[in-house]
Structures are given as structure tokens and as C-alpha cells.
């Protein structure tokens, strides 16, 4: 049976499984892309461990007593003449009496929490089995490909990589890029789009093996899985964000390692991201890059400084050690000492004991108190904020005078959105100023918009180029590099750019004017640059272009 206190101990202990992944991440950010998978899957092991092993390892209480355990109530070690005067006097119980629970009586939010837990949990649950569902109905329905290019394209990927296993290749309609599942009955499905760019098969059959002959569908369940158990924590969303990020990542690395070109690759790239899969019944991984994930991928195919390959054995082992060094203390650590059962005299009946808190629910309450003190600096009515909010607040650094000043924006301000607008690091003036460009738009927009690190003023120049913009056209927009000068350079070359789907239908297909504005994409040791004359990286001292043909002229207005 779950409990209160369970969902308590899991949440505190996500966050640090989590956190510690993050940062050991951020330490190893120049290993390769396979070993910080590997160190992030083992964090993610590690947390669908924890709910087992907390059942099933016994309690360990390293503390000392005096640190755990309250006061004991003086009536639990009474003699027995203090016991019976005691029972003869006066009581006062600290349970309700008969009386008053003779009616009806609403359960406490503690009762609830169990419930409140499971609700999301089901819902994310559900999401993913159709998903999965999904994917095998597809795969009934698709047609088997039989294109002699992409069949050898298939058989020389295979026996590069020492991959033994039969690997189906099909073609569905239903789809708009290449996606890849499954374990034991690999399964890669190309779109029909995808089948007519013959010249790409190597290079797309590359990246989907590497997924297969990964197990990467297994990991992605495992994600999923992981969010779904931990909906309430936002670092554990982040770990699994980072960890798609690194598989395809680790995809990539081994399409280069097959001898194939980085410049043309990061143009297939640039090319499948106007074909994602967007649906959000999608449990497959595919070669389209999703929003926010082009710009690194592309920076990181045209680094030839980087590390590359796959993580070795000792760094498996390693990744292991720390997986079970971690988790096993960490579920069956307890930070309240159980009370010694021969130190219990005779004990007076249940209503003379006088009511004793618990240590863990007077930390609660002080967090209790601390989180709804920053709901209330902001609202004069709010209601009471559950355990696992009060959990996230404090995990991401929500403190009253942040609610304050992004209450002071106006609109609706859930302890929700406050959690997720400090962990993105959106904060009160840039609320404001998107709401200026943006009058309408809610707080999961500007959150969203903020992940992207997209700039008011970025913001603001698109809104004058197109009056009806929303948010969702602006973020598809900064993803493609789209700036206010290309659009104008692109009118006045003769293209009609009417909205945002115009736009980036010309950047997608590859369509440049002006001579001299270029885009700059800068990490600390690489520069990418998108000019008229194509995408051009530097590294160390090397340089890679990927060369983009001129616009055609535009046509000629027939005379009359």
C-alpha cells in the first residue's frame, strides 16, 4: 500500500538520484556522447530501482537517535500507580470523540495524496501503452520495402556494425521521417518522402541501426516509464529530456564513424526537422530532430574535435558501480530511528496517551508552512499546497519573494507554474516583456519559450514582420535560424513571405538572399555560421561547409 510518507521518501530521494545525474553529466561534457548515455540510463535505472528497493531493502538509520527521534512521551515509561491515576483522572484524547465522527467526516489530504498520486500516474501510464499499441498496428499496416538501394544500404550497415540480428524494413504513409522500435523483432519504417531520397539511404539506415543495435527502444520505455512513476518531479523530466538528447546524439556519432560525410548529414538534418513526427503517441526514435535539438546536433555532426564512439567496457562497469552504490543506501536510508521495544513500560490505554507529533511531520509542516507563505505572498486566498509540490518548490529554489514579483505580472499563477517557471529561469522581466510583444499569452507559452531561449527582442522583431504570429509559429521559427533580415532580404528578392509557414518553408528548402547576414551559432570551442552561400563550421583549426545553391530569379511579370 502506498502511503504519505512513501510518496515523501520518494520524492526527496528522486531529486537527489536525479540531480546527481545532471551534475555528473555536466562534469563528463567532453566524453563522448555514448558514455554520458550510460551515465545517464544509469540514473534513470537507478530510479525505476528505488520504489522496489525501498519495499524490499530493510530500514537503515545511520543517524543518531537524538537527531531522529523527538522527545519520548512521558506516559510511555509511567510506572503502574502513575498509570492507574492517570486512567482515573480527567483525559483529554487527541482522536475526535464518537460524537463527533458519528457523522459524515471528509478524508484528511494526507488519506488523499495515495490517490492524487495515482491519477496522473494511470494517465501517463495509458499514454505510453498506446503508444506502444500504436506502433505494432503501424507496422501491420506498412509495406514491406523492396528498393535494392536501401536493401544494401541495410546489409552493409548490418555487417559494418557486427549486427546479426533480421531487421524488417518497411514503408508507411502514415508517417513523415524514418523512425526505428523494438528488441527482439527490430523494426525500421521509412515515409514514402524518405524512400524517394535514395542518396540519403546509407547515411538513414546508419543512425536507425545504431538505435536498434543500441537497445535504445528499451531505454526509451524506461523513460517513460521513470516520468510516469515521478510525474511531480521536474528533474526527473529533465534527466529524461537529456537522455533522448544523448541517444540521438550517440546515433549520430556512429552515422559519422560509418565514413559518412558530416556536412551532408547535418543537411539531411536540417532537411528531416520540417518532417518530425509531432504526434505525442510516439514511442520510437527517428532521425528528424525535434524542437531544440537541431542546433546541437547540427554543431555537433560539424565538430570534428569531438570524441566519438561507443562507451567501454570499463566505463560500463563503472556507470554499474556507481548505479548500485547509489541506490541501495540511498532507498533504505530512514531518517527516523525505530522506537526500542524493551524500553516500554506498561502503557496507559490508547486515549490517556497524550498526542506526540512525528518528526517527519514536523519537517513537513515547516516546509508546509515555508511553501505556503510563498503562495500567500502573492495571493490572499490560495489553497493548501500537497506534499509533492512543497517537495518541488524547495528542489528548484522558489522563494516568497519570487512568487511576488511574478504575481506582480498578472495572470493566473498555479504552484505549478511557479515550479516550472524557476526551473526554465524565467523570472518577472521576462514575463513582462513577452507579454508585451505577446498580450495573450499564458505562462506555459512564455515557459516554453523560454526553454528555447528565445529573446523578447527576438520575439518582438518577428511580431512586426507578421501581425497574426503566435508563440508555437515563433519557437518553429527560431529553431530554423529565421531572422528579421532574411525575411525581408527574401522580399526583396521576390519570394511572397505572407507568415511564419512561409518562412520557414524557404528556410527549409534552403532558400538564402542578401550577400552579407549570416547566423552564428558559438559553443566554447566551435563556430557554425548560416550565410547565403550555405552552413559553414569551424573547429580547431578545420573548416566545413555545406554549400546551398543560389536562389532561382523570380518570374517575369508577362507583358500585356
Known amino acids: 500500500m502506498i502511503t504519505t510518507a512513501m510518496l515523501l521518501g520518494l520524492a526527496w530521494k528522486s531529486a537527489l538520484v536525479a540531480g546527481l545525474t545532471l551534475g555528473l553529466l555536466r562534469l563528463a561534457r567532453s566524453r563522448s556522447a555514448g558514455e554520458r548515455s550510460m551515465i545517464a540510463h544509469a540514473g534513470i535505472i537507478a530510479l525505476l530501482a528505488l520504489p522496489a528497493a525501498m519495499l524490499l531493502l530493510p530500514s537503515w538509520t545511520p543517524l543518531p537517535e537524538s537527531w531522529s527521534v523527538a522527545a519520548e512521551p512521558a506516559t510511555v515509561a509511567l510506572p503502574p500507580v502513575a498509570t492507574e491515576a492517570m486512567q482515573a483522572g480527567p483525559v483529554v484524547s487527541a482522536a475526535p470523540a464518537a460524537s463527533e465522527t458519528a457523522g459524515f467526516a471528509l478524508p484528511e489530504v494526507g488519506d488523499l495524496a495515495p490517490f492524487l498520486y495515482a491519477i496522473p500516474l494511470a494517465l501517463l501510464s495509458g499514454m505510453m501503452l498506446i503508444a506502444v499499441i500504436r506502433l505494432f498496428a503501424m507496422r501491420g499496416r506498412a509495406e514491406v520495402l523492396t528498393e535494392g538501394s536501401w536493401l544494401s544500404a541495410l546489409a552493409e550497415a548490418q555487417r559494418r556494425m557486427g549486427f546479426k540480428h533480421g531487421t524488417a524494413l518497411l514503408v508507411s504513409e502514415e508517417l513523415r521521417s524514418p523512425i526505428s522500435w523494438g528488441v527482439l523483432r527490430p523494426t525500421i519504417v521509412l515515409s514514402p518522402v524518405a524512400v524517394e531520397a535514395v542518396g540519403e539511404a546509407e547515411a538513414i539506415i546508419a543512425h536507425e541501426l545504431a538505435h536498434v543495435a543500441r537497445l535504445d527502444w528499451a531505454k526509451l520505455l524506461g523513460a517513460r516509464t521513470v516520468c510516469a512513476l515521478f510525474w511531480f518531479n521536474p528533474l526527473v523530466w529533465m534527466l529524461a529530456r537529456e537522455s533522448h538528447q544523448l541517444r540521438e546524439e550517440a546515433a549520430d556519432d556512429?552515422?559519422?564513424?560509418?565514413?559518412?560525410?558530416?556536412?551532408d548529414y547535418a543537411t539531411l538534418l536540417v532537411g528531416a526537422a520540417r518532417h518530425d513526427n509531432q504526434g505525442a503517441l510516439m514511442a520510437a526514435h527517428g532521425v528528424a530532430p525535434g524542437k531544440g535539438s537541431l542546433k546541437r546536433r547540427i554543431t555537433r555532426v560539424l565538430d570534428g574535435s569531438l570524441k566519438r564512439g561507443p562507451a567501454s567496457a570499463s566505463w560500463i562497469l563503472m556507470s554499474l558501480v556507481l548505479l548500485a552504490g547509489i541506490t541501495a543506501p540511498l532507498a533504505a536510508f530512514?531518517?527516523?530511528?525505530?522506537?526500542?521495544?524493551?524500553?516500554?513500560?506498561?502503557?496507559?490505554?490508547?486515549?490517556?496517551?497524550p498526542a506526540v507529533a512525528h518528526p517527519s511531520a514536523t519537517a513537513v509542516g515547516a516546509a508546509r508552512s515555508e511553501g505556503e507563505a510563498a503562495i500567500a505572498a502573492a495571493s490572499a486566498s490560495h489553497k493548501p499546497l500537497t506534499a509533492e509540490q512543497l517537495v518541488s518548490m524547495r528542489a528548484?529554489?522558489?522563494?516568497?519573494?519570487?512568487?511576488?514579483?511574478?504575481?506582480?505580472?498578472?495572470?493566473?499563477?498555479?504552484?505549478?507554474?511557479?515550479?516550472?517557471?524557476?526551473?526554465?529561469?524565467?523570472?518577472?522581466?521576462?514575463?513582462?516583456a513577452m507579454r508585451g510583444v505577446f498580450p495573450g499569452a499564458d505562462m506555459d507559452e512564455i515557459i516554453g519559450?523560454?526553454?528555447?531561449?528565445?529573446?523578447?527582442g527576438y520575439a518582438a522583431e518577428m511580431k512586426k514582420q507578421f501581425r497574426d504570429l503566435s508563440i508555437d509559429d515563433l519557437t518553429a521559427m527560431r529553431a530554423m535560424g529565421i531572422t528579421g533580415d532574411y525575411i525581408r532580404k527574401m522580399r526583396g528578392a521576390g519570394y511572397s513571405v505572407k507568415d511564419a509557414d512561409a518562412a520557414i518553408e524557404l528556410r527549409a528548402t534552403g532558400m538564402m538572399a542578401g550577400p552579407k547576414r549570416q547566423t552564428t551559432i558559438r559553443t566554447d570551442e566551435t563556430r557554425v555560421d548560416v550565410g547565403p552561400g550555405g552552413i559553414e563550421a569551424r573547429a580547431n583549426g578545420r573548416v566545413a561547409r555545406i554549400a546551398v545553391p543560389e536562389p532561382p530569379e523570380p518570374p517575369a511579370t508577362p507583358e500585356n
Open 449 to 456: 519559450a523560454s526553454a528555447l531561449h528565445i529573446e523578447p
Open 396 to 432: 528548484v529554489g522558489v522563494t516568497p519573494e519570487y512568487v511576488e514579483r511574478m504575481r506582480e505580472q498578472g495572470g493566473s499563477m498555479d504552484p505549478d507554474d511557479i515550479i516550472a517557471a524557476k526551473a526554465t529561469g524565467v523570472d518577472a522581466a521576462y514575463v513582462r
Open 254 to 263: 556512429a552515422v559519422l564513424m560509418a565514413d559518412i560525410d558530416g556536412p
Open 334 to 353: 530512514s531518517a527516523t530511528a525505530d522506537q526500542k521495544a524493551t524500553e516500554v513500560s506498561p502503557v496507559p490505554p490508547l486515549a490517556a496517551v
